[in-house]
């Protein structure tokens, strides 16, 4: 009979620790979803822009840039 109550009492301490973690772990997904959607948002709205200068653009990537 103590075992059987022992035995109840650490399944409701394990499930209350379950559904705290459960918890936590939907927090932290709602969160990440929060953060990445305004960046995916913009991502689709970004433009390409042509180069300021254009004789830059044209040189190559090993050659110096000269001011």
């Given amino acids: 009979m103590r075992k059987e109550k022992e035995n109840r009492e ?3 301490e394990t499930e209350k620790s379950f559904n705290e973690l459960k918890g936590i772990t939907q927090a932290i997904q709602e969160q990440k979803e929060r953060t ?9 709205k970004t433009e390409l822009k042509p180069p300021s200068n254009i004789t ?12």
């Fill in 10 to 12: 650490q399944t409701n």
């Fill in 36 to 44: 990445l959607t305004p960046t995916l948002k913009t991502a689709y």
């Fill in 56 to 67: 830059d653009a044209k040189k190559s990537v090993l050659e110096p840039i000269e001011s």
